[in-house]
C-alpha cells in the first residue's frame, strides 16, 4: 500500500528556518511529481512547491526564494527547506504526488509564533 510519511516540522520563530521530510512506500518514486501542500486552520490544502522525476521545480509566489524542495530517489524522499519564515506559513504539511493523489498522510505540524 502507498505510505506517505511527513516529519520535521515544529514550533519556530518569525525569521527561523526548519527542514520537512517526505518519504514514501509503495510507488515507483522516481517517476513521481513530489508535491508539498499545506493547510491552515479552517482553510483548504495549498500547494506550496512540486519537483519533477527530473528535478524540476515550481514554488508558489507566497514562498518563492525562501523554501527549497529536493529529493532524494535513493531515499524515497523529498525534503523542503523552509528559511526565513513567517507567521502565515504556520499549517500542516503535506506532501503527495501532483497528479495521482494517494491517500494523505498525518502531515507535520509548523508553527511559526509572532
Known amino acids: 500500500q502507498v505510505q506517505l510519511v511527513e516529519s520535521g516540522g515544529g514550533l519556530v520563530q518569525p525569521g527561523g528556518s526548519l527542514r520537512l521530510s517526505c518519504t514514501a512506500s509503495?510507488?515507483?518514486?522516481?517517476?513521481?511529481?513530489i508535491t508539498w501542500y499545506r493547510q491552515a486552520p479552517g482553510k483548504r490544502r495549498a500547494l506550496v512547491d512540486f519537483?519533477?522525476?527530473?528535478?524540476?521545480?515550481y514554488y508558489a509566489e507566497s514562498v518563492k526564494g525562501r523554501f527549497t524542495i529536493s529529493r532524494d530517489n535513493a531515499k524515497n524522499t523529498v525534503y523542503l527547506q523552509m528559511n526565513s519564515l513567517k507567521p502565515d506559513d504556520t499549517g500542516v504539511y503535506y506532501c503527495?504526488?501532483?497528479?495521482?493523489?494517494?491517500?494523505w498522510g498525518q502531515g507535520t505540524q509548523v508553527t511559526v509564533s509572532s
Open positions: 503527495n504526488d501532483y497528479s495521482k493523489r494517494y491517500t
Open positions: 519537483i519533477t522525476p527530473g528535478g524540476g521545480t
Open positions: 509503495g510507488i515507483i518514486f522516481n517517476i513521481n511529481t
